[in-house]
């Protein structure tokens, strides 16, 4: 552990100080080279709803390279604090590495600040994160397409649903938001069920709201082999975290298996 | 001047009478381990003494606010890149001060050109078990006093930074005849500690109060400060420990003194 203080413009950014240790890279790859053959690992498909009592956030399970399943048992569904919670789509490689410093930024940030940062800072944070990661993009690896939500307790509105594009643009959610390989599937189902279903999305319980992200990530993995969908034989269920007043929990698995159960039935 | 020894003695000694003089009057902060975690208590004016430090790690301090900031943010980042270039478990308050605080709290007070931290602090480190919680009292020239370092075995169940030693050492007698079985009753002492310690730092009190005067010092006290505590929780629900203790729960404790 080296013990000195990093000299950055704003005492209060953990990148900058990340940065000048030499702990991230400043400018992510700035080689002329491309892709080429070369079959990177990819994670889909995620989504965000607001419902009753909050936010529910729920990704399959699925990792793939080229058509080879890597993983069956991925977690994209990341707890960033207390009240906030990143969803990843694209390269887990870079995107874990985002969760992992936005994560330490929103902590550093409060422990050296002594205050909560704003929401609209943190989805900034994300922002430039995706900024940073262009020369990546460009090159053709390395594409993160996150959501990122949040819960605002001293809002009137207080679920906030944000996504984004690969560039770091970025866009709040009226009610819903997809992403990943069977994002238009899942944006189709969420749509309908808001549009022409029995309540709005917001007006659902927290059963409910289950029922509809396991049904739209179902749906999704019919027609998309990068989606894991929901594995009843083997028992590999998606993760699913919602984020209300009380902060955020996981759904455990005994409980998306009899919903889904009941639900089929 | 420091190239004759006796000079750099001297000054090294005038140096730390002009510190011990500026930390005097300073408000003591009391650790003390419980069953559920680590309760870490001072009385204050208008500005914060307790903080936050990583997942696992508190810290209090007495001194010259500037110090104690720079301090704070050092070790912040100290804790910040290490866990996040290993993992929040690497970060250990014993390596921080064992090997980064003490030898840069040394370095600054030896070196008599330049400025000496004026600051005395307490971090508090919370265990899986009570057996395993760690409080470590830092001072100005890198002295370092651990609850606990060798074997990971507790010898103290407390740790305490005063104004001078001998506010210390009767806070400390105070704390080894008391246990805490719960948080209420862990504010309860550490109240009763801070008025100790706070009380024989006054030079014209050489012996502990008993409770009579205690209580009518204590009742004195709060009409002038205010009460900070913070507690790490041992078995929270998320990783992070830190958490402010609610009014209405200290409130309770300082209910003997408030009528």
Redesign the interface.
């Known amino acids: 552990m080296e013990f000195r203080q990093s000299q950055s413009a704003i005492p209060s950014d953990f990148v900058a100080i990340l940065r000048q240790r030499g702990l991230i890279r400043g400018e992510w790859a700035q080689s002329t080279g491309s892709a080429g053959s070369f079959v990177e690992t990819q994670a889909t498909t995620i989504l965000a709803f607001k419902y009753g009592e909050g936010v529910l956030v729920a990704g399959d399970r699925r990792a793939t390279a080229g058509n080879i399943v890597m993983y069956d048992r991925a977690d994209k569904v990341i707890e960033i604090d207390r009240h906030s919670v990143m969803a990843i789509a694209g390269s887990p490689a870079a995107a874990w590495e985002m969760a992992r410093i936005l994560e330490h930024s929103f902590q550093f940030y409060r422990r050296s600040q002594l205050q909560e940062m704003s929401v609209e800072g943190k989805v900034r944070a994300l922002s430039k994160l995706l900024r940073d990661n262009l020369g990546m993009v460009i090159q053709g690896v390395g594409v993160v397409v996150p959501l990122f939500a949040t819960y605002e307790r001293q809002s009137s509105d207080p679920a906030k649903v944000f996504f984004y594009d690969a560039m770091g643009a970025q866009f709040e959610a009226a009610d819903f938001a997809a992403s990943g390989s069977g994002g238009p599937a899942v944006r189709s189902v969420l749509y309908y069920e808001n549009g022409w279903g029995k309540k709005l999305l917001r007006e659902r319980s927290g059963d409910e709201a289950i029922t509809i992200a396991l049904r739209a990530l179902d749906t999704a993995a019919e027609a998309d082999t990068a989606t894991g969908g929901v594995d009843h034989h083997g028992k590999i269920y998606p993760i699913i975290k919602v984020i209300t007043r009380d902060g955020i929990s996981t759904i455990e698995h005994e409980k998306i298996s009899s919903l889904y159960q009941s639900d089929l039935a | 001047m420091i190239d004759e020894p006796y000079r750099w003695v001297e000054a090294i000694a005038n140096r730390r009478e002009y510190i011990e003089t500026e930390l005097a009057n300073g408000s003591p902060t009391i650790g003390i381990s419980y069953p559920e975690g680590q309760l870490l208590l001072t009385f204050g004016r208008d500005r914060?003494k307790i903080?936050?430090?990583?997942d696992r790690i508190a810290m209090g301090g007495i001194g010259h606010p500037g110090d104690i900031e720079?301090l704070r943010?050092?070790a912040?980042?100290?804790a910040?890149?290490?866990?996040?270039?290993r993992s929040s478990a690497d970060v250990s308050l014993r390596?921080?001060a064992t090997?980064?605080?003490s030898?840069?709290l040394k370095q600054a007070f030896e070196q008599i050109y330049g400025a000496p931290y004026l600051a005395r602090l307490l971090f508090a480190e919370i265990g899986q078990s009570p057996e395993e919680d760690l409080f470590v009292r830092l001072d100005y020239d890198g002295a370092m006093a651990a609850s606990a370092m060798v074997g990971r075995k507790r010898r103290e169940a407390f740790g305490v930074i005063a104004g001078t030693r001998r506010s210390l050492e009767q806070a400390e007698t105070f704390l080894r005849s008391v246990k805490a079985g719960s948080l209420q009753e862990a504010l309860e002492v550490a109240v009763k500690a801070w008025g100790i310690a706070r009380y024989t730092s006054d030079e014209d009190h050489h012996d502990a109060p008993d409770s009579a005067v205690l209580h009518d010092f204590l009742k004195e006290q709060l009409r002038e400060y205010v009460v900070e505590a913070a507690i790490l929780e041992r078995n929270g629900?998320?990783n992070?420990a830190f958490a402010e203790v609610p009014e209405s729960e200290y409130e309770t404790a300082l209910s003997p003194y408030r009528q």
């Open positions: 914060r903080f936050e430090i990583y720079r943010m050092l912040i980042e100290l910040s890149t290490e866990g996040f270039t390596r921080m090997y980064s605080f030898p840069t629900r998320s992070v």
